[in-house]
């Protein structure tokens, strides 16, 4: 008696169970991958289903344009009688929309994805989730086109690349050798209605050989992606070699003010501080400054050649290859990325040309330092200052004194270290400060860009 009592309880309890199991009530759950507002040219689409009570029984996934209905993905899960034993209950169904193949054109369109689960209810046809979602088929890459000729290019030096694009695109710019200058709207600077028109400086690092690849890129909302190449000519920059020669006396005086930054771990002898300041600390100030040139107004704030720290005379040159001695020692090599210009102590510095100021401050081995951004990703930076005079974010116009001349920072006597940058490139000022070369290399460009689009338009 007691043993039948059991085997009826266990059968009970199973049936009841199997009831609770197969009258689950909740119904499925379905989750996309990524939020998916565009379907571009092949776009890869991951959705999960899963359902914690009965299991899957079975997923839809279809794409709806205008009458027209695509199936993605279907799949049927294997359903247990009994039970959850062998149910599915989460599966991820992964797939590439290939909207050209399915036959569906660029335009709105409807996502739709319905599951079902092994549930009892709904007259044994499971729970029903739906999920439908209002997407935008793209799979045209944007048209690039090139207005911008003879990119000439020398290692060290800077270059202005004007070009259109068919549609709005969140990231497009010129590569160079594989580094990425973004471009920016230009409409402005030019007469014609231009709003397709962009413009972006580049730079050829001063360490970049002959035989680079460039060329304009642009990726869409979708993120479908175009390329298209630069014809270009570059030629290999020639620089000096200069040796320094690094003092008791020099370390003495200058190796306190960088003691704050200098790890404990560094050993205590004065040439080998000198060496991790030359060389980490350089690093270091290197990715400071170009935090302050990553964002540049899209406007060509600046007029003609730039100007030079008046009545100076050049102490060092930009790229120099440096040695540094220290008794006879070749302790250290760094490259010099700017042009040392010397005239009477704490002299007035001049803007170089009208920009915004960008930044103001100390940053380690360039002491107190200037950042004016001329706009479209070129910037004039003025370091070793003993005196800032102008504030973050001001407009300033060529010649206006943002400062004055000094030794701070990695400075062994009072002048003016002045950089020119394109972005996070240091490039030769020699250029800037040539009114041919800017009438060749950037004026003309866009003159002849300007006659570009009127014949176009
Ligand atoms: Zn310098």
Not at 122 to 144: C, H, M, Y
């Amino acid at each position: 008696m007691v043993f039948g009592g059991l085997v009826l309880l266990a059968v009970v309890g199973l049936i009841g169970w199997m009831l609770f199991v197969k009258l689950d009530g909740g119904p499925p759950r379905i989750a996309l991958a990524d939020d998916l507002a565009f379907i571009r040219a092949d776009q890869p689409l991951a959705v999960t289903v899963s359902d914690s009570g009965s299991g899957l029984a079975r997923v839809d996934i279809r794409l709806e344009k205008a009458g027209r209905i695509a199936t993605l993905a279907e799949k049927a899960f294997p359903t247990p009688l009994v039970g959850r034993s062998g149910a599915v209950a989460e599966e991820t169904l992964q797939t590439t929309i290939s909207p050209r193949q399915l036959g569906l054109t660029d335009g709105r369109a409807t996502l739709k994805i319905s599951a079902t689960d092994a549930s009892w209810r709904q007259w044994f046809s499971g729970n029903e989730a739906t999920l439908e979602k209002s997407v935008l088929i793209d799979t045209r890459a944007p048209d690039i086109r090139v207005l911008s000729k003879d990119h000439n290019l020398v290692s060290g030096g800077a270059g202005l690349v004007i070009y259109t694009l068919s549609e709005s695109c969140p990231e497009h710019g010129v590569s160079v050798d594989g580094h990425r200058y973004p471009g920016q709207p230009a409409g402005a600077v030019f007469d014609s209605d231009a709003s397709s028109v962009h413009l972006s400086f580049i730079a050829l690092g001063y360490d970049k050989d002959p035989g680079i690849g460039m060329h304009v890129f642009a990726k869409d909302a979708a993120g479908n992606e175009a390329r298209t190449g630069l014809p270009h000519y570059v030629r290999k920059g020639k620089f000096q070699d200069d040796v320094i020669v690094i003092s008791d006396r020099f370390l003495q005086w200058k190796m306190p003010e960088f003691e704050a930054m200098i790890p404990a771990s560094v050993d205590p002898s004065p040439p080998e501080r000198f060496i991790w300041v030359n060389r980490h600390l350089r690093r270091a100030s290197y990715v400071e400054l170009t935090r302050h040139t990553r964002t540049s107004d899209p406007a060509l704030h600046w007029e003609g050649d730039f100007l030079r720290l008046p009545g100076s005379a050049r102490q060092a040159g930009f790229a120099d290859h440096r040695e540094y001695r220290y008794k006879e020692t070749v302790i250290d090599r760094q490259d010099h990325m700017g042009i040392d210009l010397a005239s009477f102590k704490r002299a007035e510095a001049p803007a170089a040309n009208h920009g915004r100021v960008a930044f103001t401050g100390d940053i380690g081995i360039y002491g107190d330092t200037v950042v004016i951004d001329h706009g479209f990703g070129l910037f004039s930076t003025y370091s070793h200052l003993s005196l800032i005079s102008v504030a973050e974010g001001e407009m300033v116009r060529k010649g206006d004194v943002i400062g004055r001349t000094g030794v701070t920072g990695m400075a062994g006597g009072d002048h003016l270290h002045f950089g020119m940058m394109v972005r996070d490139t240091f490039v030769n000022p020699v250029e800037w400060w040539d009114g041919a070369w800017i009438q060749n290399n950037v004026l003309n460009k866009i003159a002849d860009a300007e006659s570009e689009l009127q014949y176009l338009n």
